[in-house]
């Protein structure tokens, strides 16, 4: 890979760091260049989660799905920007500033895997890799205009992902197009002893065209409230499109959308609490020479080092986690993720996939939200998948004023490539 493509990144920032002499080997990726975000752990090369308090760190050892990169022939040319700790939802969190959209400048590449969206939607590499928590790969697949995929739960194993949020989150591929999707997720996918929640469904596929029969649920509550009227036109057209390609289109709906959001900021605040404890100066990225007690140190490194975001999240999780809060807010957040997911069961039953936009906007502008509460908000159609651990797919379905819509694609548990094949027959 020349370097002549990476220096273009100044446009962009999708690269917290860039490996000018990444190697490569032999297998189904032989040469091909992949970017990792910077949340997956890659053995000595700086992986900093977007944040100051990782600055300089360097992992002893690869993530599994970068392993099976490596093993697969693949170069992992650099590590792409993210919201700090994968909380966001533009990519403005990080500490190394904003990517910008390869497609608009002037707009945000989504988040958190903004920094892997643009570095394939600039063109500087064919693929890469993005972790999705809460949306963190479709969105800014939807917003730059590529193709993202969130697997199902435990598919991708998360050995060497750095947690945020680890009973939501995954590894997954993101590239131009659907064939390249499916053929990065096919070296990533499979069960990784080293990961206790990894299961064993390796991906093989090649995707196919063929959508004939297919049932595909439209729920009420992807168009509802909040979903700007041409995202939804734009999205009914795709819908309608796969309808022409024989599908059948099956109106339903999910009630417990209305509760899925607030299910997802109290579980994951709380995940994020717990999981974020061991940043304490002392075991990862730069120290603190501070001669005060550890107790002053701890505080001091924290308050210096971790972004407002970042610092909010862990608050508002620590509040839901405490005595005498908990039964009021985490065991009740766990309730509605039932009721998801017992959703989602009961639609399976009907229909093989469930489709919708992606997010209920195009991206935003850069510096447009301000409030944390209206950035949340902007998560209401990918969390859900998460909640319930199945699998979605955002490809694109065209554009609002110039920017990409993407078209979402949800299927059951371990059902990949039905999604892969709705998405493919559609692209
Ligand atoms: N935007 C969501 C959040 O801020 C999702 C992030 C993610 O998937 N990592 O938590």
């Given amino acids: 890979m020349g370097t002549l493509a990476f220096d273009a990144d100044d446009r ?4 917290v760091t860039i490996c000018r002499n990444a190697e490569h080997g032999d297998g189904p990726l032989a040469g091909v260049p992949v970017a990792v975000k910077d949340n997956i752990s890659t053995a000595g090369i700086q992986t900093t989660c977007g944040s100051a308090i990782l600055e300089g760190y360097l992992p002893p050892y690869d993530a599994h799905a970068v392993s099976l990169l490596k093993a697969a022939g693949a170069a992992i040319v650099g590590k792409t920007n993210m919201d700090e700790f994968g909380m966001g939802t533009t990519t403005e969190s990080s500490a190394f500033g904003p990517t910008t959209n390869p497609v608009n400048v002037a707009h945000v590449p989504g988040g958190s895997s903004g920094g892997s969206a643009a570095a394939v939607a600039s063109g500087m590499v064919p693929m890469a890799l993005g972790t999705d928590t809460g949306g963190s790969i479709r969105c800014p697949a939807a917003f730059c205009g ?31 197009n659907v064939t390249d999707v499916s053929r990065l997720f096919s070296v990533i996918a499979g069960k990784d002893p080293r990961d206790a929640t990894s299961i064993d469904r390796p991906y093989t596929h090649t995707p196919s065209s063929e959508i004939r029969g ?37 109106e339903c709906s999910m009630p417990s959308m209305k509760y899925a959001l607030a299910a997802y900021y109290v579980t994951c605040t709380s995940e994020a609490s717990s999981n974020l404890a061991r940043f304490d100066g002392i075991r990862y990225g730069p120290g603190n020479e501070s001669k005060r007690s550890w107790h002053d140190a701890y505080q001091e490194h924290r308050r210096e080092r971790f972004g407002a975001e970042v610092r909010r999240r862990i608050m508002l999780g620590t509040f839901a986690l405490s005595a005498g809060y908990y039964g009021k807010y985490y065991s009740k957040a766990q309730a509605a993720r039932t009721n998801v997911r017992e959703d989602f069961a009961r639609l399976f039953r009907d229909v093989d996939v469930i489709a919708g936009p992606t997010m209920p906007t195009t991206a935003f502008a850069l510096g447009e939200k301000t409030d944390p509460l209206s950035m949340y908000l902007a998560d209401i159609l990918t969390v859900p998948a998460n909640l319930a651990g199945v699998p979605a797919i955002s ?33």
């Fill in 395 to 427: 490809v694109p379905c065209g554009d609002v004023g110039g920017l990409p819509v993407g078209l979402q694609i949800i299927g059951r548990h371990c059902e990949e490539e039905r999604i892969v094949d709705t998405a493919f027959a559609y692209e």
């Fill in 12 to 15: 962009w920032n999708a690269f």
């Fill in 214 to 250: 297919m049932r595909i649920g439209v729920p009420a509550e992807f168009f509802g409230e909040g979903v700007d009227d041409s995202v939804a036109e734009t999205v009914r057209t795709a819908i309608g499109d796969l309808e022409g390609l024989g599908a059948e289109i099956v």
């Fill in 146 to 176: 590529i193709v993202g995929l969130k697997p199902t739960y435990g598919r991708v194993s998360r050995y060497g992902l750095i947690a945020y949020a680890n009973s939501l989150e995954g590894i997954g591929p993101m590239a131009g």
